[in-house]
């Protein structure tokens, strides 16, 4: 079990406690004996000051950047959603207060969360000018610039940059839990996994909410304690109090259900948060996934031109291609990796670090050479993360250096995590490495967590293990 550094004995009978929270490690033990769900006794704000921002991760180990507080492409009769509002406020008061630093660094949070929940990384600059104007006011004790700075460094995938100014930040306010939630998203992308558990636990110490609990619950899912996962989301679920925190929570209880094979389940849990929050678009996408995985291809395809275009995130667009690649559709599939470069090339000039997404992408749909040099980029600024060394791995063996390959393959699904396409990738190096026992035991791995996991991965694993005898 990891060090969390949460101290103190266990109790033995925690369902007779009276307590707000349990911390990581009581919930790991109770998880494990099945006593009792994390709880909590209420939910907090979730916001400091305007905004808390935060970076979660999606199950396939990408950084997928959420609100917990407003829903994608909410629009409000006035036609504009209730964050650019919220821009349009703070820019009208910026004009006739210009020196308001806290104001500066307000906006800034809000160009980094309209980045994230429209996909559109222009607001990145946006946001960094925004941070500087507060700083060059306010150049000490000003903790908000620093975390807001720390918040785009991660939205950016600078996670060194992002711990660096967070830690500065606490420096002058350890009060913080949005600058805990920004340490914890850094330290987990840099796979220091210890230490984002001590850093959660304090975020949780100072904030037991939706924002605190998801990260709390990704962590389980990482060590593969699916169940602690689960029941720290389903009470984050129940105490939520608006339909777009009930959509963020139901959308990841998909997703733990869908990564673990429970189709049905995972199907509910998106249907769930789309009656809550019918504008939270990452839930059509779960939809769709569920749809395949049920022969529905055509709703599926229409599922994800939808997301794609309303939210047109790497991942999501990935995901469109695959599915019209492994129809037949091998034209419009390729039309979409198109624009899945573009977008990518879009991001990156924003600032962006698209290495580690950009290596997967190529060693899957592209050039080995190119994936090899991106994954090499991003590994050596992440050698501890399970995501870099996963694709570091793949793209070796696109290349045709298994040997190599297959040492990072096996650090990647170290912590036991149920990413299926992590087991899939150690069970095709094993295999080109010649380790047939441990390819067969990788993929069958992969296919006991999700048998529909990828349209065009999960056919190629089960073939390669039919053929492995």
Do not use: C
Request: aromatic share 6%.
């Amino acid at each position: 079990m990891p060090n969390n550094g949460a101290g103190g004995a266990i109790p033995q009978d925690v369902s007779t406690r009276s307590w707000q929270y349990l911390t990581i490690q009581e919930a790991y033990d109770v998880g494990r004996a099945g006593r009792v769900a994390v709880a909590v006794a209420g939910v907090l704000a979730l916001t400091v000051g305007l905004l808390a921002a935060g970076t979660l991760l999606k199950p396939n180990g990408s950084a997928e950047n959420t609100s917990v507080s407003q829903p994608a492409e909410s629009r409000p009769a006035s036609g504009l959603s209730p964050l650019a509002r919220t821009i349009e406020g703070l820019q009208a008061k910026l004009r006739s207060n210009p020196d308001d630093h806290a104001g500066w660094a307000a906006l800034g949070l809000s160009y980094v969360q309209q980045a994230r929940i429209t996909a559109d990384p222009t607001y990145y600059p946006k946001a960094e000018a925004a941070f500087a104007k507060s700083l060059q006011i306010q150049p000490k004790d000003n903790a908000e610039a620093l975390t807001g700075s720390a918040s785009l460094a991660a939205g950016r995938h600078d996670f060194l940059g992002a711990l660096r100014l967070v830690d500065q930040a606490l420096k002058i306010n350890d009060y913080s839990a949005t600058a805990y939630g920004v340490k914890t998203d850094a330290l987990t992308e840099l796979g220091r996994y210890d230490d984002a558990l001590t850093a959660v636990q304090r975020m949780v110490n100072l904030r037991p909410a939706i924002d605190s609990l998801s990260r709390v619950s990704y962590s389980f899912e990482l060590h593969g304690d699916v169940a602690s996962a689960r029941q720290t989301l389903q009470r984050a679920s129940r105490d939520a109090f608006s339909p777009a925190d009930k959509a963020f929570t139901e959308y990841y209880l998909g997703e733990l259900a869908w990564n673990t094979g429970d189709v049905a389940g995972a199907r509910v849990h998106y249907d769930a948060g789309l009656a809550a929050d019918p504008s939270y678009i990452q839930l059509v996408e779960g939809r769709a996934k569920t749809e395949v995985a049920q022969g529905d291809v055509k709703a599926a395809l229409e599922d994800l031109r939808q997301v794609t275009q309303i939210l047109p995130q790497p991942s999501f667009l990935v995901e469109l291609g695959e599915l019209l690649e492994s129809t037949g559709q091998q034209a419009a599939a390729k039309e979409q990796y198109d624009v899945v470069r573009a977008t990518e090339q879009l991001f990156a000039a924003q600032g962006v670090d698209v290495d580690v997404e950009l290596a997967l992408f190529e060693a899957d749909h592209g050039n080995a050479a190119t994936a090899l040099a991106a994954a090499g980029k991003g590994y050596a600024k992440r050698p501890l993360s399970i995501t870099a060394q996963d694709a570091y791995g793949w793209a070796l063996h696109a290349v045709g250096r298994n040997a190599d390959a297959l040492p990072l393959a096996r650090q990647a699904v170290r912590l036991g995590s149920p990413q299926p396409a992590l087991w899939y990738h150690l069970g095709v190096i094993s295999a080109a490495a010649g380790d047939k026992a441990g390819a067969r035991k990788a993929l069958s791995k992969a296919l006991a967590l999700n048998p529909h996991f990828n349209p065009l991965q999960a056919p190629k694993a089960r073939a390669l293990l039919a053929s492995l005898g």
